[in-house]
């Protein structure tokens, strides 16, 4: 059984940075497809950044272009996601998720996804 577990999280002012990390157990992490999501209340959770399993492919939400950065250390079986310029929307529980990869490029399509963290909450506030 796949295991991740998130952190990194913390309250940052408006304009500040975090790096949020997802370290996997028991991960041959070649095999793995990883993604980072966020789910802010009241609202339906949201693809932020998926990452293939072998760094060669990314892909991010729209609203967090040029901002966020995702990357992959397989020999330490850890997943990164640097944050810049982050903004009071950017507010919200963030999960990391494992899915076995089916093909090259990665998805952000959360019903793909096998494995999931417990997140970590990141909030944005003057």
């Known amino acids: 059984q796949l295991q991740l577990v998130e952190s990194g999280g913390g309250l940052v002012q408006p304009g500040g940075s975090l790096r949020l990390s997802c370290a996997a157990s028991?991960?041959?992490?070649?095999?793995?497809?990883m993604g980072w999501f966020r789910q802010a209340p009241g609202k339906e959770r949201e693809g932020v950044s998926c990452?293939?399993?072998?760094?060669?492919?990314?892909d991010y939400a729209d609203s967090v272009k040029g901002r966020f950065t995702i990357s992959r250390d397989n020999a330490k079986n850890t997943v990164y996601l640097q944050m810049n310029s982050l903004k009071p929307e950017d507010t919200a529980v963030y999960y990391c998720a494992a899915m076995r990869r089916i093909a090259f490029m990665c998805t952000r399509y959360s019903s793909l996804y096998k494995y999931w963290g417990q997140g970590t909450q990141v909030t944005v506030s003057s």
């Open positions: 990452i293939n399993h072998n760094g060669g492919h990314t």
């Open positions: 028991a991960l041959t992490s070649g095999d793995y497809t």
